[in-house]
């Protein structure tokens, strides 16, 4: 299948880094030269030289009715217009509009039935994302599988946790109406797969899943029941930035940093309760004079990879209690193990609902878990039946998975079903694979493959 | 300057105002008093002045320009004033009585020099009621519809200060429909008033009578005793009502009935502040009459004082000369606060007060968060600094002149108490004072009423417009 992506920004590039990968024929479109030469060097893609909006360039960019056209240009107006000719002129299968604008967003109909198939929101998705992670005090990583229904959710354990120091499977004892399944540990940084014997240690790091609203009592069978987050310290008003503030202000006490002055204008007019602070994440005086000590999460969200690690960095060391990060490049990770509590690739989610929304795939989720140590998890849809594949008529148990591979979660018809050995494959079943690490993917990605 | 179209503007506005002398010639007629031809005199005085200003200047005229919007907002008032003043002083009342009488009226603001009103005739006592109505329509017209597109004076500082109430935003897309829609709101208030008054117990010319002056907060009453000659539950409640809903924004009153958006009262933050002073210097009344001793007042006087003195009505249901000070000067800070802007009342306004307090919040916090930065916001909007700083700036030239006024006030001999409350009464068109003047201005000098008679224009202009006028620079060609 033909996709043409266009806007080779941070969005475009991941899109195409990923998409590429999986089979599609992936061509992308961007006015500025080096952006595309730099993408076309190191991916098998097509680059265009154009502007977005232009009969011209989609038409070179070989748009058909067998294309999906993924417009994620910064600019609303261009994708929108896009959008629309890729409809009208070239009849293109499926669009996906990315919206920066959230008053476009909630009427993007209005632009022509039809033209806009898919509209999404990278920031909203980020802001979303980490409002989850304020809401949720304990969990480090949180991520969803199945639409929603099911979360992947990452815990370390601590001293007081009613679980710690006893048998992981009296937390059935604990809580017996509660399905959970918990696929990987990391002790000491090494994983291992658990079974009802495992006795959890304090500091394990305890990845479980389970349906979305159980997970606030499976956190706190690990850990004592966590006061709930009070102080936020945000750095970066950008549009993530901004709409975290919007969106906690009403229950947080919220501060936000910003360089920018008229942004620290503009976003004093539109933040209702806010503190908006005028002056650099990295300034030991400003965040000492704002009481670093007492915030309770430290959010750096620039667009600015540097300026996130360093301010955390800084935070910690004068004291906030927990640190999140926006980070692009995973790899400043690594050296500073212990300083940055949770991290978030922003463009990762982008391409994660775009691979979800792109129904044909079979792996529809991909997400990394610990990016350092590689770990993975696969949301994978069985599109195969009895006759093209051998694994049918098998319990899941007899399914040959690689090493360090085990199958986490089924969701049918939307029902979240706990693997056990009765159970077998069906059709459009969506299986969550937990990868210890991520080299077994390509292997597991071929269990999906109808041949 | 457009002297000519001035001059034929102020002719045909002065003929329309020698109209308004049928509605006393037909009460005079009908109650066969003794004031008939003082007002068939006036009115040939005030029209034929009227009719030949017309002829004179009739003509092509030049259009109207900004600094010609101060002259007429300015002389507005003060024709009027003098052409009012006319009946008072055919009466036997001196000049200076007369006019300030008269001033008195047309600002809205009920300080009176008549002792035994009771005794008038009724055609004179219902022309004061009338020149307190007028007066209030006439600013609803003028700060309201006109001033705004003239861009000038206190319409400006509206216009500036009240985002989506009704000036960065006008009612309606054109002033006449604005103004027609204002006089409606203003007309059904008088006579809804003027019906409860009368549903309770009150004669139907008293009742006519009193809601002219209860809508436009002015508090001329046709007793020496005001509301208090009644001692009518019922017709004091129907008052504190009146009077409250006539110093909100008619701009609300406007959007509750002609765009059937009630909730914006609710969601207006000067109205919600408003309330709140009207409730807080309500409850510390009753705090402080219940520590002194030697006071009986009422909870039923505290009410309807502390509603009728904030709002700046004036009228009163006992005498309150031998209240404790605190409780009188509590009252007169309240009416330094004022009605809500758009409304007929007066003082400084609710949503000035609200914005220096907001302002001056922010301030503190700037304290706190040296690298913090905050924006002035009222309810959910925003209100730019310069604003905020023009508001400051008013408020300090309101204080300069009350200053300067008092020390006038002073040098003619009035005590400290009476001369402090006499100003502020005047300045914040509020009507009786403390002391000496808690019931009339007949014990102040000449020389006195001149001063609080400028003091009533300066406040009911919201002094900028009058002082504009002092300046060389308003002047230079």
Wanted: glycine content about 8%; overall charge negative.
């Amino acid at each position: 299948m033909k996709i043409v992506i266009l806007g080779a920004g941070k969005v475009g590039g991941s899109l195409a880094r990923n998409l590429s990968n999986s089979d599609y024929q992936v061509s992308i479109v961007d006015e500025d030269k080096s952006k595309l030469s730099a993408l076309e060097e190191r991916l098998d893609i097509m680059t265009v030289e154009g502007h977005a909006a232009k009969p011209n360039s989609i038409m070179r960019a070989g748009a058909d009715e067998d294309t999906i056209v993924i417009a994620v240009t910064s600019n609303d107006e261009v994708n929108i217009i896009a959008c629309q000719i890729a409809k009208k002129m070239f009849n293109v299968k499926k669009t996906i509009c990315r919206f920066k604008d959230t008053s476009y967003l909630e009427h993007y109909e209005v632009f022509g039935e039809g033209i806009i198939d898919i509209p999404i929101c990278p920031e909203n998705e980020v802001t979303s994302h980490l409002k989850e992670l304020i809401n949720n005090p304990g969990a480090d990583q949180i991520e969803h599988f199945a639409g929603d229904k099911v979360k992947l959710v990452s815990v370390k354990a601590k001293k007081k946790g009613k679980l710690v120091g006893r048998e992981l499977k009296s937390i059935k004892d604990d809580m017996p109406d509660v399905d959970a399944y918990i696929p990987s540990i990391y002790r000491k940084g090494r994983p291992f797969i658990p079974d009802g014997d495992t006795i959890i240690k304090e500091n394990d790091e305890v990845y479980f899943i389970s349906s979305s609203d159980n997970i606030g009592s499976i956190i706190d069978e690990f850990r004592d029941h966590e006061d709930a987050y009070s102080r936020i310290m945000i750095v970066g008003g950008g549009r993530v930035g901004y709409s975290l503030a919007r969106d906690l202000e009403k229950t947080y006490k919220v501060k936000l940093i910003e360089s920018n002055i008229d942004k620290c204008k503009f976003l004093s007019k539109e933040l209702e309760k806010t503190i908006v602070l005028n002056g650099s994440a990295t300034d030991e005086e400003l965040l000492k004079s704002e009481n670093i000590s007492n915030i309770d999460m430290f959010c750096a969200l620039t667009d600015d990879d540097e300026t996130n690690v360093m301010s955390s960095l800084l935070a910690k060391k004068m004291g906030a209690k927990k640190t999140m990060i926006v980070l692009n490049n995973p790899s400043y990770l690594g050296l500073v193990p212990g300083f940055i509590d949770i991290y978030i690739a922003p463009y990762r989610l982008t391409v994660s609902s775009v691979l979800q929304d792109l129904r044909e795939s079979d792996v529809a989720q991909d997400v990394m878990l610990k990016m350092e140590a590689g770990a993975e998890a696969i949301e994978g849809i069985v599109h195969a039946n009895e006759y093209t594949s051998k694994l049918f008529d098998k319990s899941i148990k007899d399914i040959p998975l690689p090493g360090g591979a085990c199958i986490a979660a089924i969701v049918r018809h939307g029902e979240v079903i706990m693997p056990s050995s009765a159970v077998e494959l069906c059709l459009n079943d969506h299986l969550i694979i937990f990868l210890a690490d991520k080299k077994a993917v390509s292997e597991v990605e071929k269990l999906f493959k109808s041949n | 300057m457009n002297l000519k179209a001035i001059i034929n503007l102020f002719s045909i506005l002065v003929m329309f105002f020698s109209a308004s002398f049928a509605l006393p010639i037909a009460v005079s007629i009908i109650f066969k008093d003794s004031a008939l031809m003082i007002f068939i005199i006036t009115f040939c005085i005030v029209f034929g002045l009227g009719f030949f200003g017309w002829l004179a200047s009739k003509g092509k005229n030049d259009e109207l320009g900004k600094k010609d919007g101060f002259i007429i907002v300015t002389f507005f008032w003060l024709i009027l004033a003098v052409a009012g003043s006319i009946p008072f002083a055919l009466s036997g009342m001196s000049f200076v009585d007369a006019f300030f009488e008269s001033m008195s009226g047309i600002t809205t603001t009920g300080a009176t020099v008549i002792s035994g009103l009771d005794d008038l005739p009724q055609s004179l006592l219902f022309y004061r009621q009338l020149l307190q109505w007028m007066g209030g329509m006439g600013l609803i017209v003028l700060a309201i519809a006109v001033m705004p597109l003239l861009g000038i004076g206190g319409g400006q500082l509206y216009k500036a200060e009240i985002p989506g109430a009704m000036n960065d935003q006008k009612l309606t897309p054109r002033m006449k429909e604005t103004a027609q829609a204002l006089w409606a709101i203003y007309f059904g208030l008088t006579v809804l008033c003027a019906l409860l008054y009368y549903i309770g117990g009150m004669s139907g010319f008293d009742a006519i009578s009193h809601s002219l002056s209860t809508v436009s907060i002015g508090g001329f009453s046709t007793h020496d005793q005001s509301i208090g000659y009644f001692n009518s539950g019922f017709i004091e409640t129907v008052c504190i009502l009146f009077m409250v809903l006539s110093a909100l924004s008619f701009a609300l009153h406007y959007f509750a009935i002609y765009m059937r958006k009630p909730l914006k009262y609710f969601a207006d933050p000067e109205l919600r502040f408003f309330i709140s002073i009207l409730i807080i210097i309500f409850l510390v009344s009753l705090i402080i009459n219940l520590f002194s001793k030697s006071s009986d007042i009422s909870i039923r006087e505290l009410l309807f004082h502390s509603v009728s003195i904030v709002t700046t009505t004036g009228f009163s249901i006992s005498n309150s000369a031998d209240w404790p000070i605190s409780i009188g000067f509590l009252f007169l800070l309240g009416a330094f606060i004022g009605a809500c802007s758009g409304s007929v009342g007066g003082g400084i306004k609710s949503w000035r007060v609200l914005i220096m307090i907001n302002y001056a919040y922010i301030n503190l916090m700037k304290l706190v968060h040296p690298n913090g930065v905050f924006s002035l916001k009222i309810g959910s909007k925003t209100v730019e600094e310069g604003v905020a700083s023009s508001v400051w700036g008013f408020f300090s030239i309101y204080v300069i002149s009350f200053v300067i006024l008092l020390l006038a006030l002073l040098v003619t001999g009035l005590d400290f108490e009476s001369a402090f409350s006499a100003i502020g009464a005047c300045l914040n068109n509020l009507g009786p004072g403390l002391g000496d003047v808690s019931q009339t201005y007949g014990t102040v000098t000449p020389f006195g009423k001149s001063i609080l008679a400028f003091a009533m224009i300066l406040g009911r202009l919201e002094i900028f417009t009058l002082l504009v006028l002092f300046t060389p620079i308003f002047w230079d060609k």
